[in-house]
């Protein structure tokens, strides 16, 4: 019965576009694992909804980066005010931190959960399909739950739990991908693995070798020149996709740091100063037919 209770307070849940919401707690009580109770041991989703009768009934789970220590405000607002401008309700997740003791899964139990809320509350949000999107160690997460979902459990208490965590699609973003040494972030592969992992957990996060034919299609971007994560790990994952023939769009810049957002790093990390990407996102969402 708390379940449906939970469930029914989420789904009356009724943010003004692009407003400092309350944020949503993905579980009523204590999310599974977690070490306490403060505000870093909740996850959170904050919800960013188009202007009125501009919402396309597209949905994104947005994960910021941080390199699994910290959230990147510019990788999460930024992105979820932007896209709400081409009709996109967005949901920006407070994950759990390798900085405050957690290690896999919390965090990816944490980027399942949220997709499965967002689809829980579809009808309330008028959704018809989910995507995730993250950068750097977000796009590591947001490579995960694209690589490691499941249908639901039909004959689960909890409402939300019945709702498949499989995302409709995913965009990548300078992302880690690899969790192999001289490819991966480090400090990103420590903070969620920890030091000296198992050799089988190292393969299992590697999400280029987790691709299968029912992995979703993406959107992945990468530039020549980022000092923080290799191009080295877009390239693995595209050709990945490419194997088993899911469909992929892939742009690589030559310039550009790590961590632009949607700014080039010279001109703000605003819409008005965007980099090609997010508006090279834009047309694969409407060539999709997911924006209009």
């Known amino acids: 019965m708390k379940a ?4 029914a307070a989420l789904l009356s849940f009724a943010p003004v576009a692009q407003s400092f919401a309350e944020p949503l707690r993905l579980w009523e009580g204590d999310a599974p694992g977690a070490l306490g109770n403060a505000e870093h041991d909740i996850p959170t989703l904050t ?3 188009p202007a009125p009768g501009k919402a396309t009934g597209t949905a994104m789970v947005i994960c910021p980066g941080g390199g699994y220590g910290g959230l990147a405000p510019h990788e999460g607002e930024g992105y979820a005010k932007y896209l709400a401008e081409f009709g996109v309700t967005s949901f920006v997740l407070k994950y759990r931190l390798g900085s405050k003791g957690y290690r896999h899964p919390a965090m990816l139990n944490d980027a399942q959960r949220a997709i499965r809320v967002v689809r829980a509350g579809a009808e309330k949000w008028g959704i018809k399909r989910v995507g995730i999107m993250g950068s750097s160690a977000g796009g590591h997460l947001a490579s995960t739950a694209l690589t490691h979902f499941d249908a ?13 965590s499989r995302p409709d699609f995913g965009v990548l973003c300078y992302a880690v991908i690899s969790m192999e040494n001289g490819v991966t972030h480090a400090g990103s592969k420590n903070n969620l693995l920890g030091k000296d992992p198992d050799p089988a957990l190292v393969e299992y996060l590697s999400s280029e070798k987790q691709v299968t034919k029912d992995t979703p299609p993406c959107f ?17 994952f595209v050709a ?23 700014g080039d790093g010279r001109k703000g990390n605003t819409a008005e100063n965007a980099h090609p990407w997010a508006k090279d996102l834009v047309f694969w969402m409407r060539q999709n037919d997911w924006v209009k």
């Not at 996709?241 to 790590?258: A, I, S, T, W």
């Open 240 to 262: 990945a996709l490419q194997k088993v023939r899911v469909p992929f769009d892939f742009h690589v810049y030559q310039k550009g740091g790590h961590g632009i957002g949607l």
């Open 220 to 236: 992945v971007w990468s530039t020549w020149e980022d000092p923080g994560v290799s191009v080295k790990n877009s390239l693995r």
């Open 152 to 164: 639901g459990k039909a004959d689960a208490a909890d409402p939300v739990e019945k709702q498949s």
């Open 47 to 49: 919800i960013y909804e």
């Open 4 to 7: 449906q209770v939970f469930l």
